[in-house]
């Protein structure tokens, strides 16, 4: 008989609750035991949308969950959380959806920038130290767009000419002579 077992024999504590202590820390100290789980590593493409889908443990349900950035995920910068009266969230470019029947949290961020390359963390908030888990974010270059012609009231029109008086493009990229690369918003 093991030590654990001639303790809980001997305990005046009900053996049910001293299971629950031994699994909740054994939870807590283990590392891979963590009741949120996700894609280790995800690519976005620049300018598009990327969407993260992070699972839970039944018993979870209630309790907020969060979406936040940086290596050490104990003081990551939340961008966007939950809350109990609140399952859904969009702040900025990011959105957070707590389905509670699924038990799935899913992040989409939008409009992609190449700076929101980095580590993230899916976490679930509770008394004492969150649970999380690392998501490493890549976000590839856009692929460029030449324009050959002109715009002319938002329409575009054959030809070399350019720009008809009194539209604006914003242009980047290296395109043919005579094309135009416009900035995608």
Known sequence: MGLLQRHLLRSSVPSHLLWKWVFWHVGVCFPGSSPVTGPKALRGQERGS???????TPGWESHGKWWCRGA????????????ASEPEVKRDRVSIRDD??????????????????GIYWCGIARVGTDHGAQVRVTVDPG????????????????????PSPGTSLSLRGNCPRGCMSPEVP
């Open 50 to 56: 990327l969407t993260v889908q992070c699972r839970y």
């Open 143 to 162: 692929k460029s767009m030449c324009v050959c012609g002109c715009v002319s009231q938002g329409l575009l029109c054959p030809g070399p000419r350019g």
């Open 100 to 117: 509670r029947e699924n038990r799935t949290i899913t992040v989409t961020t939008e409009q992609l920038r190449l700076d929101d390359a």
């Open 72 to 83: 050490d995920w104990s003081s990551c910068k939340i961008l966007v959380q939950t809350t």
